[in-house]
């Protein structure tokens, strides 16, 4: 069970707040009552004068004792912890039904175990890449003491960055043309088109890619609202194994010091599909197997076989 998240607000302060809101709004109310009445109902002019400065010092004082006491309170019920850029979805707090839809709290609870993810791979990452193939313990232990303090890397990147990334790779591949759109602010999405084979969307979050939809070369790509939809799968049985093989290919391609050489190497295994419907399975020889070409791709040597 998830543990409560904690807020950073004194819950009792914040009631007593509430109700001093409430006393202010009172007090306040009786000083327009009281203009309002003026001086009726007086005997004399100057009593009716005296009896109104009387009343309306009283009120005064009342609200500036309720100001005062709001002042205090404001001050104990504290300030929410939790700052994390959850854009629209801040909105969620407001349900009144939070009791029976904790979605906001649920939210917040994964944004912080995904910065934690984050943050201990790309550590495991730095510390694996350092290791030397020698496994004595003393040249070990020398160099545990060189090794200057490892920093977490970062999944920000400037968008600049980014696109003189994309725009590098596509110089790469004259048959391969790549469209760069950004839905959603600074996250990109690429719309790749390999010669007149395919069509693959390529969802990114940074320089960072998070998935992958391989569709043919004359299937629709975008939705009925004109947006690139990155959801529908392929009709076509051939593209659906592709685009499993794009997944794959994902988590092959990781190297979270050096995000370009990923999004490279991801863009060059991509690009070795150009002859999808030409090359033969170099294992059997033989162009279809069970209706289907060679759809799977070797990582290092980018040979084609047939996924079976």
């Given at each position: 069970?998830?543990?409560?998240?904690?807020?950073?607000?004194?819950?009792?302060?914040?009631?007593?707040?509430?109700?001093?809101?409430?006393?202010?709004?009172?007090?306040?109310?009786?000083?327009?009552?009281?203009?309002?009445?003026?001086?009726?109902?007086?005997?004399t002019l100057e009593g009716r004068e005296k009896q109104f400065i009387s009343e309306f010092q009283d009120t005064l004082q009342a609200v500036n004792r309720d100001l005062n006491e709001l002042e205090r309170l404001s001050g104990l019920v504290g300030r929410p912890s939790e700052s994390h850029p959850l854009h629209n979805s801040g909105l969620l707090s407001l349900d009144p039904v939070q009791d029976k839809t904790p979605l906001y709290s649920q939210l917040l609870q994964a944004y912080k175990w995904s910065n934690k993810l984050q943050y201990h791979a790309g550590l495991a990452s730095s510390l694996l890449n350092q290791q030397s193939l020698k496994r004595s313990a003393n040249q070990m232990g020398a160099s545990a003491k060189r090794r200057p303090k490892v920093q977490p890397s970062t999944l920000v990147l400037p968008p600049q960055y980014v696109d003189d990334v994309i725009s590098r790779v596509g110089r790469m591949f004259p048959d391969m043309t790549i469209e760069l759109f950004r839905p959603n602010g600074t996250s990109a999405v690429l719309l790749v088109t390999l010669g007149k084979v395919l069509k693959a969307i390529?969802?990114?979050?940074?320089?960072?890619?998070?998935?992958?939809?391989?569709?043919?070369?004359?299937?629709?790509?975008?939705?009925?609202?004109?947006?690139?939809?990155?959801?529908?799968?392929?009709?076509?049985?051939?593209?659906?194994?592709?685009?499993?093989?794009?997944?794959?290919?994902?988590?092959?391609?990781?190297?979270?010091?050096?995000?370009?050489?990923?999004?490279?190497?991801?863009?060059?295994?991509?690009?070795?599909?150009?002859?999808?419907?030409?090359?033969?399975?170099?294992?059997?020889?033989?162009?279809?197997?069970?209706?289907?070409?060679?759809?799977?791709r070797d990582f290092r040597t980018l040979e084609a076989f047939h996924d079976t």
């Open positions: 069970m998830a543990e409560p998240i904690s807020v950073g607000v004194n819950l009792d302060a914040f009631s007593h707040a509430i109700s001093g809101i409430q006393a202010l709004r009172s007090s306040v109310s009786r000083v327009f009552e009281s203009l309002k009445d003026g001086m009726k109902n007086r005997e390529v969802v990114m979050r940074s320089l960072f890619i998070d998935r992958t939809v391989v569709r043919g070369f004359n299937e629709n790509v975008y939705s009925e609202d004109g947006k690139l939809d990155i959801w529908t799968k392929s009709q076509y049985l051939v593209f659906q194994k592709v685009t499993d093989h794009a997944t794959t290919a994902l988590l092959h391609y990781q190297l979270p010091q050096m995000p370009d050489v990923v999004v490279r190497s991801f863009m060059t295994w991509l690009r070795s599909y150009i002859k999808l419907f030409q090359s033969s399975c170099q294992r059997c020889g033989r162009f279809l197997q069970e209706g289907l070409p060679p759809t799977w």
